[in-house]
């Protein structure tokens, strides 16, 4: 049973960076797509949870819905991190990193309900 452990979030001012971490256990991330979602306040439910970025444990292929963020593995730590830059208001949300049983991002990360595993969430407050 995969365990999703997300940490690294916090309030920045806008135009501020954050890197969120991912720490993976019970499994490899060779075997699975990891991927970043947020869910905005006042929203409820994984069904609202939108898409941030995803990555391939097995070759490294990113689906990025921003480019002001930046996803990668830690293959040492079994971990991915989440690049996040020039922050705006509009980014405050928690943060969950997710796993789901694919090796393909294609036809898996625009929809949350693909993930069979959650971290716990870490909350990002951006100030203007």
């Known amino acids: 049973q995969l365990q999703l452990v997300d940490s690294g979030g916090g309030s920045v001012q806008q135009g501020g960076s954050l890197t969120l971490s991912c720490a993976v256990s019970?499994?490899?991330?060779?075997?699975?797509?990891i991927g970043w979602f947020r869910q905005a306040p006042g929203k409820d439910g994984v069904k609202e949870r939108e898409?941030?970025?995803?990555?391939?444990?097995?070759?490294g292929t990113t689906y990025n819905g921003d480019s002001r963020f930046t996803i990668s593995k830690a293959n040492a730590k079994n971990a991915v991190n989440l690049q996040l830059n020039s922050l705006k208001p509009g980014d405050t949300a928690v943060y969950y990193c997710?796993?789901?049983?694919?090796?393909?991002?294609?036809?898996?990360?625009?929809?949350?309900?693909?993930?069979?595993?959650w971290g716990q969430g870490t909350q990002v407050t951006v100030s203007s």
């Open positions: 997710a796993a789901a049983k694919s090796r393909n991002v294609q036809g898996v990360c625009d929809n949350a309900l693909r993930f069979s595993f």
């Open positions: 019970g499994g490899y991330l060779d075997y699975v797509v």
């Open positions: 898409v941030v970025s995803c990555i391939s444990g097995s070759d």
